[in-house]
C-alpha cells in the first residue's frame, strides 16, 4: 500500500475533525501530497496541497478553516478541518503523483 488515509469521522457543524495520510518513502519525498473530496453526487475536488518544501495551497471555501501539515519523519501529511459545515461531508481521498490512497468519510451534521 503506497497511500494510507486514516481518521475522518463524524463531527457536528463548528467543530473540527482531522485526517491523515501516510505515503511510501519515495512517494513522499518526490510529490506533492493533496487532498481531494467527493460528495455524493458530485465531482471530485481539489481540497489542498502541501509541496516537499512545505508549500500549500488550498480551495477557497476551506482556505480559512482548513489547513495541512507534512511530517517528514513519519511521512505523512495532516489535514486539520476546523468550523467545519454540512457541505464539507464528502468522502476525502488522498493523492501524491499518480497515486491514490482508499477514502475516508468525513460527515458533518447540522
Known amino acids: 500500500v503506497q497511500l494510507q488515509a486514516s481518521g475522518g469521522g463524524l463531527v457536528q457543524a463548528g467543530g473540527s475533525l482531522r485526517t491523515s495520510c501516510a505515503a511510501s518513502?519515495?512517494?513522499?519525498?518526490?510529490?506533492?501530497m493533496a487532498w481531494y473530496r467527493q460528495a455524493p453526487g458530485k465531482e471530485r475536488e481539489f481540497v489542498a496541497s502541501?509541496?516537499?518544501?512545505?508549500?500549500?495551497t488550498y480551495e477557497d471555501s476551506v482556505k480559512e478553516r482548513f489547513s495541512l501539515s507534512r511530517d517528514s519523519g513519519k511521512n505523512t501529511v495532516t489535514l486539520l478541518m476546523d468550523r467545519m459545515k454540512p457541505e464539507d461531508t464528502a468522502v476525502y481521498y488522498c493523492r501524491a503523483g499518480p497515486c491514490w490512497g482508499r477514502g475516508t468519510l468525513v460527515t458533518v451534521s447540522s
Open positions: 518513502g519515495s512517494i513522499f519525498v518526490r510529490n506533492d
Open positions: 502541501i509541496t516537499p518544501r512545505g508549500r500549500t
